[in-house]
């Protein structure tokens, strides 16, 4: 079965480190972008961060950067969120999804989502 | 940054055609892309690529592109159809993805 499961999520202080992680199976991982997506309680999507097949190009929305770091390891399928320096406005479900692209144009778009992790910031 | 626009909230009437549109704050072309989330799960797509619709998705589900406005059309609307739909896209100046600010769908 094609999907994403998401881990490592739960309740830190503010200040504090998470790591999230995010395993594939059904499809050969090492061929896709992945990214994280953030949704705080009650609020809309926010994209967090993306990385391409070998890890050597990565972007993050300005409000996590030098803060989160994406990764990942082909050869167990999975993907990573670094997370350090939490803010309480940190606190939302991590989703991580599977990047696709449109042909011709190249625009990114995201054809398979997990489940995802509830990150809870909060002294 | 690049913003997308969507109406909070949309209401609809069982076997109606729901519309929900995002407006983009600039006239270049980016393709449009649409998920649809219900409570308590995970986003889905249904429509890619301005008007293509993934695998399993109902025809019933279809979108447009024109100007600096995208829209998801809904035909036939069902009860299972209730949830929040949002738009995307991939802001090339910056390599950062835009998502909408949700549309609530509704069915009266």
């Known amino acids: 079965e094609v999907q994403l499961v998401e881990s490592g999520g739960g309740l830190v202080q503010p200040g504090g480190s998470l790591r999230l992680s995010c395993e594939a199976s059904g499809f050969t991982f090492s061929n896709y972008w992945m990214t994280w997506v953030r949704q705080a309680p009650g609020k809309g999507l926010e994209w967090v961060a993306n990385?391409?097949?070998?890890?050597?190009?990565?972007d993050y929305v300005d409000s996590v950067k030098g803060r989160f770091s994406i990764s990942r390891d082909n050869a167990k399928s999975s993907v990573y969120l670094q997370m350090n320096s939490l803010r309480v406005e940190d606190t939302a479900v991590f989703y991580c999804?599977?990047?696709?692209?449109?042909?011709?144009?190249?625009?990114?778009?995201?054809?398979?989502w997990g489940r995802g992790t509830l990150v809870t910031v909060s002294s | 940054s690049y913003v997308l626009t969507q109406p909070p909230s949309v209401s609809v009437a069982p076997g109606q055609t729901a519309r929900m549109t995002c407006g983009g704050d600039n006239d270049e072309y980016k393709s449009v892309h649409w998920y649809q989330q219900k409570p308590g799960q995970a986003p889905v797509l249904v429509v890619y690529d301005d008007s293509d619709r993934p695998s399993g998705i109902p025809e019933r589900f279809s979108g447009s592109n024109s100007g600096n406005t995208a829209t998801l059309t809904i035909s036939r609307v069902e009860a299972g159809d209730e949830a929040d739909y949002y738009c995307?896209?991939?802001?090339?100046?910056?390599?950062?993805?835009?998502f909408g600010g949700g549309t609530k769908l509704t069915v009266l």
């Open positions: 999804a599977r990047v696709e692209w449109t042909t011709p144009g190249f625009f990114l778009y995201f054809d398979l």
């Open positions: 995307q896209v991939w802001d090339t100046s910056s390599d950062h993805v835009v």
């Open positions: 990385i391409n097949q070998d890890g050597s190009d990565k």
